[in-house]
């Protein structure tokens, strides 16, 4: 008999509320939410405006609690931040006093790794991301492109389990845009952890995606998860844009993300 593997995180009938104590109000963001996210998948969240995506995250990466149900990592419930969990933000959050190679090399510095190691392992993952030649530059002197590359290997330098990325690309213009998307795949495949995606744009998520989860207008639930059957080496945005499963898949997500219906 094979066994049942777990998911790497499982959400179930998760209730996500911020509260204003000020104003003493509460607005519900998710709303009985069950989701799961399989050990290395690339699975990315759409949805309209204001239906929760990243407030999902937030839960998963420790950052809140759930009013209802349960976010689990490796069936462990998650209740606060974890250096096994890596989150990259749409702002580049690198320090500017400190170089590029520094700025990898940080969160190994925190956890007490040598300093010849930590620089070494820095070196390789900035290889990974094709930035060797800005190790010893400043973030003032990078492109926002440039920036957002060494801040996902910032996160994967540290081995996280599972990588979450909110809006990453969502401040580059767009043909800088499609060259990091490439960027990222090519990275990922060589280190395939698991990453939960956030994104606005349907086609994104769809070139990236092994599954893409539709929410709900908020408060957002699990509208559909669709599943993305594109071969992993046909996602060039030079060839994959006009072929016909890929025009298919991104109008079938759009249409989920415009349905007004609950």
């Keep these: 008999m094979t066994a ?8 179930s009938d998760v209730t996500l509320v911020h509260t204003n104590e000020e104003r003493r109000q509460e607005n519900v963001a998710v709303e009985d ?27 998963i990466a420790g950052f809140m609690k759930p009013r209802l149900g349960t976010v689990t990592m490796n069936g462990r419930k998650i209740d606060k931040p974890g250096a096994d969990r890596g989150v990259v933000f749409q702002e580049y959050a690198l320090l500017p006093w ?20 930590r620089e070494k392992t820095a070196r390789e993952y900035l290889a990974m991301a094709r930035l ?26 540290n081995t996280p389990e599972i990588m979450m990325m909110d809006e990453p690309f969502a401040a580059v213009d767009a043909q800088t845009r499609l060259t ?68 298919e898949l991104r109008d079938h997500v759009m249409k989920l993300v415009r349905d007004p219906s609950r």
């Design 4 to 11: 049942v593997r777990e998911p790497k995180i499982s959400l």
């Design 33 to 59: 939410l069950t989701l799961d996210i399989n050990e290395g998948e690339f699975l990315c969240v759409v949805g309209p405006s204001g239906c929760g995506k990243s407030t999902l995250l937030s839960a």
């Design 98 to 117: 400190k170089t590029v190679l520094d700025n990898v090399a940080i969160g190994l510095r925190y956890r007490g790794v040598p300093k010849a190691e």
């Design 132 to 157: 060797s030649e800005a190790a010893d530059k400043y973030p003032h002197e990078l492109s926002g492109g440039m920036r957002q590359r060494v801040a996902v290997a910032r996160t994967l330098a």
């Design 180 to 247: 990091l998307q490439e960027e990222l795949l090519r990275v990922w495949a060589s280190n395939p952890i698991t990453v939960l995606f956030i994104t606005h744009s349907v086609e994104e998520a769809v070139f990236l995606a092994d599954r893409v989860a539709v929410l709900t207008p908020g408060p957002g639930r699990l509208r559909s998860v669709v599943d993305i059957d594109i071969p992993r080496e046909d996602r060039h945005w030079d060839t994959i844009s006009n072929t016909p499963r890929f025009v």
